[in-house]
Nanobody
Framework: VQLVESGGGLVQAGGSLRLSCAASESTFSPNAMNWYRQASGKQRELVAVINSGGGTNYVDSVKGRFTVSRDNAKNTMYLQMNSLKPEDTAVYYC????WGGGRWYNYWGQGTQVTVSS
């Protein structure tokens, strides 16, 4: 399974972007899908989670500004980012977790750059 992100770019502070993460297989049914980000010189950070039941969770710094969603028919997860701040600048990665055969399997996308100018 491949995960392909898109939608990154350069935006001014206060602007919006929508990231997409598309899975290559139509039968892909992860237990949870996540958005991570990694700013230059910093550790990768979990930003948003959406589980198979549609439940979501966010890191405090993006609550009220970011919304994660998934379209199971299109095998795609989204991250709507509003009121962007310069500190949101990072490479954003999508991740999928599947439980099977007594272990977790993790899949990662290649990452998409988000740059927010002040």
């Amino acid at each position: 399974v491949q995960l392909v992100e898109s939608g990154g770019g350069l935006v001014q502070a206060g602007g919006s972007l929508r990231l997409s993460c598309a899975a290559s297989e139509s039968t892909f049914s992860p237990n949870a899908m996540n958005w991570y980000r990694q700013a230059s010189g910093k550790q990768r950070e979990l930003v948003a989670v959406i589980n198979s039941g549609g439940g979501t969770n966010y890191v405090d710094s993006v609550k009220g500004r970011f919304t994660v969603s998934r379209d199971n028919a299109k095998n795609t997860m989204y991250l709507q980012m509003n009121s962007l701040k310069p500190e949101d600048t990072a490479v954003y990665y999508c991740n999928a977790e599947i439980w099977g055969g007594g272990r977790w399997y993790n899949y990662w996308g290649q990452g998409t750059q988000v740059t927010v100018s002040s």
